[in-house]
């Protein structure tokens, strides 16, 4: 299996796919507050999705039950919404995934429940900044690995550590295509970037250590090892002629 290089088409597709699952983060950021259950947010997501006629991803993928991802405080990915109530102070990140005429569209990002920590805060900005940063290394030419190295030097820079055991991944035709986006790659490893490639870059950092343990109940959710905070922001990314657009990004 190859990396897949999107013709005309598929990148329209992709294109408006990516847009309709940003305005649904935005959508569903909105809702955050204090005593708002997850399973609420959750159950609004999908109506949102369905109401501009897409379906969410998540939902029924490889037997996850929900329409996205919701990622409270220790939790590195995979949250399954539910009737936890949000409380001032909490940090969470919201996934979601939008099948529209076929193409995906993936994004996340963090949200903050009133008042949270300057620990909390500081961890969420820089790993907004490590995706801007992995973002940066999309241009035709480069290797693919530049992106998780430049990713892991600076989320190490800043005393916190890089997930190995989730990636990024191609996406767009199907959820999870070729190639895999580590954050944490050796420098100019990989593949060659080439314009018409569609990926995810979603880096999670950690707090503390970088191990994650998967919840033996439910069989998704993944917490930091040490019960440590992590945070994570995704795009999905367009190589072009020049360099990138980020296809999840809001004009
Ligand atoms: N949206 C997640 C990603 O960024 C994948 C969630 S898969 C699920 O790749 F099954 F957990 F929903
Ligand atoms: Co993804
Ligand atoms: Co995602």
Redesign the pocket.
């Known amino acids: 299996m190859a990396i897949l290089i999107k013709n005309q088409e598929q990148i329209d597709g992709i294109r408006k796919s990516s847009k309709l699952a940003a305005a649904t983060l935005q959508y569903a950021g909105g809702l955050v507050k204090p005593g708002v259950k997850t399973e609420d947010i959750d159950r609004s997501i999908e109506k949102f999705m369905r109401d501009h006629g897409a379906i969410p ?2 939902l029924g ?4 039950p ?1 329409s ?2 919701i990622s409270i405080n220790d939790v590195i ?2 949250g ?1 919404p539910g009737p936890y109530e949000l409380k001032e102070g909490d940090i969470l990140n919201i ?3 939008t099948i529209l005429n076929g193409y995906y569209g ?1 994004t ?1 990002a963090m949200f903050t429940v009133g008042a949270v920590s300057e620990y909390a805060k500081k961890l969420i900005h820089v790993t907004k900044e490590c995706l801007d940063i992995g973002i940066a290394q999309c241009f035709p030419g480069n290797q693919l690995g530049n992106i998780g190295f430049e990713i892991n030097r600076h989320a190490v820079a800043n005393g916190y550590s890089v997930v190995y055991e ?1 990636c ?2 191609g ?1 767009g035709v199907k ?2 295509e070729e190639p895999e986006v580590s954050h944490i790659a050796a420098k100019n490893s990989g593949p060659v970037l080439k314009k018409g490639m569609t990926f ?1 870059i ?1 880096p999670m950092i950690n707090a503390g250590k970088a191990r994650a343990k998967i919840d033996r109940k439910d069989g ?1 959710t993944a917490r930091t090892i040490d019960g440590k905070l992590s945070a994570q922001f ?1 795009h999905t990314v367009l190589l072009t002629d020049t360099g990138v657009e980020v296809l999840t990004q809001l004009p």
């Not at 993928?61 to 996850?64: A, E, L, P, R, S």
């Open positions: 991803a998540t993928y490889k037997g996850y929900k996205s991802c990915c995979h399954i996934d979601v995934t993936d996340s989730f990024g991944h996406v959820f999870h995810t979603e998704w995704e």
